[in-house]
């Protein structure tokens, strides 16, 4: 049997058919018998018809090359591509080490399966990571070693950034947060504001300084029990000192750039700053008659001066969505601190509160839980006890509501009234650093180091890691819940704008051309599932394996293609 192929024509038309014959001899003749007609069977089969008859014979591809190992390589791929693109490996070290290896692997596994370093040693061999930097086999101790090799790096990684995203008269954003550690022999471990929420853990601070675009730049770590103006001062040495920055802006939060701290950057000199009033300094304007709130009967923005700060700018802003926000929490507050306040009387009543010290102790538990004892007026005496609201005190407050104020040295030249708010506002891109360090993503917390040098190790590798993050999110802003060209804004008070695209993104869920648009997290775990697998051919043994990566999906391609990362490359 043989397959053949038969051209014939028909009206002046020509057809090809694909037959499937049998030849054989009658009378000393050759003659031909047509079993079958392929001509609707897809070429391939066809093809493998016809080398089935010529004598070739075929095995199940599993049996012919058995994949010995798949494991995940996808995210590695784009987290090694990123990593490489940047140029981290030549900032760390310009030479080649196992040392400088195990760093990136600590970095790299930091954004693929954040853990322990114990539990990370062990994770080197369930993904490509360890066989991509060659450390595989790596253990804990190792690990521990390439944290202290990290760490003492990070002055020329810090500079390096430096040079890269800031230069003379740059604006700096700089805000801090805290995390808490599990355990308390850390010198740095101290009790104090958590802003995690857990006051039964000691904590450490660690302030972040970054771009005018939120990119992370320089970390530094401090007692958990340090004042956030006090940071200030050291993250001002450092950018004049270590980058060698004499001009720049530095634009931090009211609790962070105080009065006294501003008094001191005019010492030094060459810092201008953007920062915020608080409210008892915004209440005493007003009392002053230097910000008159009938300014903003027509608008929502106004700058004015005032003698209480000479040399300065105050951009004054009213926020009509913040103000009915806090009007509607202050209402709620008050009426919830009534309804405890009556159970109050109403045991007073009953005889079960007789002293006028036991109506005081519990009534003022009652006014203090929410923070409103500064509205509400006690009559407490033995068997008595009434109350009611200071309705002065809450419409003088009520009258500030959705103000703020923000207070700049940097002249009208340079930042307008209206860039000087959205400089402020610039803030909120560190507060996501904050947000992808915190979370699941990058895992900084809790902290169970106990050493101060291996603390600061942890903290420098997971910005390292942030670092990464920030340009991975910026590439892959086409899949992610991210507006990749947000309007310009013509107020800078009111919320920001989003661009048609990113509303469609948001209504839809899919990109134009139809790809599944997600979260960081859920892209990373989308590229993991694109496996590099080990093929050893039947027979041949190891020295003839090889190594091919699984066909990525429409949407793994899309975002490898979005960094310049090709998974047989890395």
């Not at 080398?51 to 590695?76: D, K, N, Y």
């Not at 990119?215 to 950018?239: I, R, S, Y």
């Not at 060209?485 to 469609?504: E, G, I, K, N």
Request: proline fraction near 6%; charged fraction near 25%.
């Amino acid at each position: 049997m043989h397959v053949v192929r038969v051209v014939s024509r028909q009206g002046g038309r020509e057809y090809t058919s694909t037959l499937l014959r049998n030849s054989y001899r009658e009378d000393g003749k050759v003659k031909k018998q047509t079993l079958a007609n392929l001509s609707h069977l897809p070429e391939p089969l066809v093809e493998l018809i016809r080398a089935w008859l010529a004598g070739e014979r075929f095995l199940a591809v599993g049996e012919t090359f058995p994949i010995r190992r798949s494991l995940p390589h996808g995210h590695v791929a784009a987290v090694l591509g990123m990593l490489r693109s940047l140029g981290l490996p030549g900032i760390l070290d310009r030479r080649p080490s196992r040392l400088r290896d195990l760093a990136l692997a600590l970095v790299a596994g930091r954004l693929i399966a954040p853990a322990s370093k114990l539990a990370t040693a062990a994770l080197l061999g369930q993904s490509t990571l360890g066989a991509c930097l060659g450390v595989e086999g790596a253990d804990e101790n190792e690990l521990y070693g390439a944290m202290d090799w990290l760490l003492a790096r990070q002055v020329r990684v810090e500079r390096a950034l430096a040079a890269r995203h800031l230069a003379r008269g740059s604006l700096v954003l700089y805000d801090l947060t805290s995390v808490y550690l599990e355990g308390s022999h850390c010198p740095l471990a101290r009790h104090g504001h958590s802003r995690d929420h857990r006051p039964d853990r000691p904590q450490i601070e660690f302030g972040l300084l970054t771009d005018a675009r939120g990119c992370p730049v320089a970390v530094e770590a401090f007692p958990g029990n340090t004042a956030d103006p006090a940071t200030v001062e050291t993250q001002v040495e450092k950018l004049r000192d270590r980058f060698g920055l004499t001009e720049l802006v530095l634009v931090g939060d009211r609790g962070m750039l105080t009065s006294a701290r501003i008094e001191r950057l005019r010492e030094i000199g060459g810092i201008g700053w953007v920062s915020c009033l608080r409210a008892p300094a915004i209440r005493a304007l007003v009392e002053a008659g230097d910000l008159q709130l009938g300014l903003f009967d027509e608008r929502n923005l106004a700058e004015i001066t005032s003698p209480e700060f000479p040399g300065e700018r105050l951009v004054v802003c009213r926020n009509p969505a913040l103000r009915a926000e806090r009007a509607r929490k202050r209402e709620a507050l008050l009426a919830a601190t009534e309804d405890a306040l009556a159970k109050v009387a109403a045991a007073v009543g009953r005889g079960r509160l007789r002293s006028a010290a036991a109506i005081g102790l519990r009534a003022g538990r009652v006014v203090n839980a929410k923070r409103m004892a500064k509205h509400f007026e006690l009559d407490i005496a033995e068997g008595h006890f009434a109350y009611r609201r200071r309705t002065g005190a809450i419409a003088a407050e009520a009258a500030l509501d959705g103000l703020y104020v923000v207070r700049t040295s940097v002249p009208p030249e340079r930042l307008d009234a209206p860039a000087v708010v959205a400089t402020y506002k610039r803030l909120a891109s560190v507060e996501r650093d904050f947000r992808a360090l915190k979370g699941d993503d990058l895992a900084v917390r809790p902290i169970f180091h106990w050493r101060e040098d291996r603390v600061r190790a942890h903290l420098f590798l997971c910005f390292l890691a942030a670092y990464i993050r920030w340009h991975l999110e910026a590439a892959w802003a086409p899949l992610l819940f991210r507006d990749e060209a947000p309007p310009a804004r013509t107020d800078p008070v009111a919320p920001p704008a989003r661009s048609p695209s990113a509303l469609a993104k948001e209504r839809d869920h899919r990109t134009p051309d139809g790809l599944r648009v997600g979260s960081f997290a859920t892209l990373m775990a989308e590229l993991a599932t694109l496996t590099r697998n080990r093929v050893v051919p039947a027979g041949l043994g190891e020295e003839a394996a090889f190594e091919i990566p699984s066909e990525p999906t429409p949407l793994q391609a899309r975002a490898l293609a979005l960094i310049g990362v090709s998974p047989a490359s890395v």
